[in-house]
Nanobody, 123 residues
Framework: VQLVESGGGLVQAGGSLRLSCAASRRTFSTSAMGWFRQAPGKEREFVAAIGWSGGSTYYADSVKGRFAISRDNAKNTVYLQMESLKPEDTAVYYC?????????????????WGQGTQVTVSS
């Protein structure tokens, strides 16, 4: 059972990236998925989360209107579309999974984590 993120990279401010997180588990379609990020010297922070059906989504205030989380249960994949990127979005981005109907926005509530993908936004 694992989560594998991809899609990170270097982009100029104002640019876009789409992160993907592929899950190798049959319970993906009944799990909430979250994206978190951690910048150097800072704590891991919540970015976005989505319920198992995709009907419930939550965002940190800092990314509302710029980021969009979505999922494709047929592909066991969750996405994070990031638009209008800013230098302060630079961080390692992690996806996380939690079985069940709850959609947490705290890192401690998620039990399964990916290895992370680096996003660097240059000014």
């Amino acid at each position: 059972v694992q989560l594998v993120e991809s899609g990170g990279g270097l982009v100029q401010a104002g640019g876009s990236l789409r992160l993907s997180c592929a899950a190798s588990r049959r319970t993906f379609s009944t799990s909430a998925m979250g994206w978190f990020r951690q910048a150097p010297g800072k704590e891991r922070e919540f970015v976005a989360a989505i319920g198992w059906s995709g009907g419930s989504t939550y965002y940190a205030d800092s990314v509302k209107g710029r980021f969009a989380i979505s999922r494709d249960n047929a592909k066991n994949t969750v996405y994070l579309q990031m638009e209008s990127l800013k230098p302060e979005d630079t961080a390692v981005y992690y996806c996380a999974s939690r079985f069940g109907v709850e959609v947490p926005i705290t890192a401690a509530a998620y039990l399964l984590w990916g290895q992370g993908t680096q996003v660097t936004v240059s000014s």
